[in-house]
């Protein structure tokens, strides 16, 4: 599929250990732990050639990460941290985009790495009423 990625990143941290705020000036700025990771998931994606002729996937993809099983993280905080450096590395134009997210975690990834898979979106024709396939709710509840 045209623009596909797929990458095997270092596990980031916790979404709540990803800012700290000033003890003087109260703002928030990232914190040591998450620069270190932003530098090093770009260390390991530029091996990977991810940015190599690279424009942002323009319109609505698939999140699919893996985790590995011995990953201590929550499900849900592995994945705004993922989200955000895809679209500050260009790669996504804006996480608002992820419309469908698959998370789950397997014990063929490495310890401390998980697996990082973004994929386009192609919205289905557009029948006469503007439907795009969903049922109508009477149809799921009537």
């Not at 698939?62 to 905080?77: E, G, M």
């Not at 590395?89 to 990834?109: P, S």
């Amino acid at each position: 599929m045209p623009n596909s990625l797929i990458l095997m990143l270092p596990q980031p941290p916790s979404v709540h250990e990803l800012w700290q705020r000033d003890r003087r000036s109260r703002k928030l700025h990232r914190s040591p732990r998450y620069q270190a990771w932003l530098h090093e998931a770009d260390g390991v994606a530029m091996q990977q050639q991810a940015f190599r002729g690279r424009t942002p996937m323009a319109g609505d993809y698939a999140a699919h990460i893996t985790l590995s099983d011995a990953c201590r993280l929550d499900i849900d905080n592995a994945v705004k941290p993922l989200l955000d450096w895809a679209v500050s590395r260009g790669i996504t134009r804006d996480d608002r985009f992820c419309r469908e997210l698959h998370v789950r975690f397997d014990a063929q990834v490495q310890v401390g790495w998980l697996l990082f898979e973004l994929k386009p979106l192609f919205a289905p024709e557009m029948s006469e009423r503007g439907s795009v396939g969903l049922l109508a709710v009477d149809q799921v509840f009537g």
